[in-house]
T-cell receptor, first 108, second 117 residues
């Protein structure tokens, strides 16, 4: 069965606000975890990853937090823009299965 | 290299017909994956190859489905006697692994959308 899952299926935010997307995982065997973004009509694309020995990693406008104690990942997007509207998935590097994802909608 | 490419991008077929999709992975990637995705769902794992060996098949992959990667490069996914329930986006992805360990993210193609009438 699936070893990753998302807490919320949809998230709607106002443009300019920060977004937080959550993910729970059960497979602890992964060396790192990856966030993917899937825009309508396209395949998922890599956003950011985090090694399992890290708690936090920052990208340009994204931050990923890893809490191994409760097996939880979050993706924070700062100053959310309309182009961030998409479905977001998390996955472990040793796991080929995805959850349903979270659909982020950014309202202008 | 232009990434993972899939062909055709769209296929409309009548129920009962056979269809074949092709995936060309990133050239140096040794792993190739097939997923199926329906509206509002995440990609569902179907099968994956490491080089030419098919290492895992999901129970979603009924006997009407067959995938091959004969030379460890491109792969084909064939669906025989298509049913309306086969209508979905079929995604291919590739990655690099060292032995059993995936060393990077999956690179996805744009998908092949199948509509069975």
């Amino acid at each position: 069965g699936e070893s990753v899952g998302l807490h919320l299926p949809t998230l709607s935010v106002q443009e300019g606000d920060n977004s937080i997307i959550n993910c729970a995982y059960s497979n602890s065997a992964s060396d790192y975890f990856i966030w993917y973004k899937q825009e309508s009509g396209k395949g998922p694309q890599f956003i950011i990853d985090i090694r399992s020995n890290m708690d936090k990693r920052q990208g340009q406008r994204v931050t990923v937090l890893l809490n191994k104690t409760v097996k939880h990942l979050s993706l924070q997007i700062a100053a959310t823009q309309p182009g961030d509207s998409a479905v977001y998935f998390c996955a472990g590097n040793n796991d080929m299965r995805f959850g349903a994802g979270t659909r982020l909608t950014v309202k202008p | 290299d232009t990434g993972v490419s899939q062909d055709p991008r769209h296929k409309i077929t009548k129920r009962g017909q056979n269809v074949t999709f092709r995936c060309d992975p990133i050239s140096e990637h040794n792993r190739l994956y097939w997923y199926r995705q329906t509206l509002g769902q995440g990609p569902e794992f179907l099968t994956y190859f490491q080089n030419e060996a098919q290492l895992e098949k999901s129970r979603l992959l009924s006997d009407r489905f067959s995938a091959e990667r004969p030379k460890g490069s491109f792969s084909t996914l064939e669906i025989q006697r298509t049913e309306q329930g086969d209508s979905a986006m079929y995604l291919c992805a590739s990655s690099l692994s060292v032995g059993a360990v995936l060393t990077g993210e999956l690179f996805f193609g744009e998908g092949s959308r199948l509509t069975v009438l």
